[in-house]
């Protein structure tokens, strides 16, 4: 496919659960980007890859939040014991080279719901 | 910190008018601004994308300007069609804070027809 793409498309976990996102960012992009998108809020960033290196994480709510891109292409989003807090739309984005000047390109989201 | 606004925060025309659409950011050194649109259930498209040396791009029907000293963009959408019914999002991507975009809380249009 020529997007980014997101799986699953849509998540219900029970509170405690841990839950695993993926994204497939478009190919051969360097930089990915992870963002968590509250009801009526714009989207907030979380953590950003360059290649495998995971650049920032300053924007991970808590140590529940874990992001790996072992091999530079698919990235993972974990969130370990499940909060209701953590019910949000979760976007990924890429862009082509690692500089701070290239155009961001998201994915469809996976919608998180927390029970 | 950066923060981003987007002015009006909801908006409602009738078919075939021009309109406008706000966003202001406090930290004028930013590396670049972007729009997006945002359709319910789904994630963002990006419309267009200005760097810091530039004062507008366009595509299309849209047309984006950027005045970085006051902090300001504006998205200028000529002829508006119902198909362009959708949340606006503005972002910036700056030196000093966190690698990714900053964001505003969006616009949502309705085109009426």
């Known amino acids: 496919g020529a997007g980014v793409s997101q799986s699953p498309r849509y998540k219900v976990a029970k509170r405690g659960q841990d839950v695993a996102l993926r994204c497939d960012p478009i190919?051969?992009?360097?930089?990915l980007f992870w963002y968590q998108q509250a009801l009526g809020q714009g989207p907030e960033f979380l953590t950003y890859?360059?290649?495998?290196?995971?650049?920032?994480k300053s924007g991970l709510p808590s140590d529940r939040f874990f992001a790996e891109r072992p091999e530079g292409s698919v990235s993972t989003l974990k969130i370990q014991r499940t909060q209701q807090e953590d019910s949000a739309v979760y976007l990924c984005?890429?862009?082509?080279?690692?500089?701070?000047?290239?155009?961001?390109?998201f994915g469809p989201g996976t919608r998180l719901t927390v029970l | 910190k950066q923060e981003v606004t987007q002015i009006p925060a909801a908006l409602s025309v009738p078919e075939g008018e021009n309109l406008v659409l706000n966003c202001s950011f406090t930290?004028?050194?930013?590396?670049?601004l972007q729009w997006f649109r945002q359709d319910p259930g789904k994630g963002l498209t990006s419309l267009l994308l200005i760097q810091s040396s530039q004062r507008e791009q366009t595509s299309g029907r849209l047309n984006a300007s950027l005045d970085k000293s006051s902090g300001r963009s504006t998205l200028y959408i000529a002829a508006s069609q119902p198909g362009d019914s959708a949340t606006y999002l503005c972002?910036?991507?700056?030196?000093?804070?966190?690698?990714?975009?900053?964001f505003g809380k969006g616009t949502h249009l309705i085109i009426q027809p």
């Open positions: 972002a910036v991507r700056h030196p000093g804070g966190a690698d990714g975009l900053t």
């Open positions: 190919s051969g992009h360097v930089s």
């Open positions: 984005a890429s862009s082509l080279q690692g500089t701070s000047y290239n155009e961001q390109f």
């Open positions: 890859f360059q290649n495998e290196a995971q650049l920032d």
């Open positions: 930290d004028s050194a930013i590396y670049n």
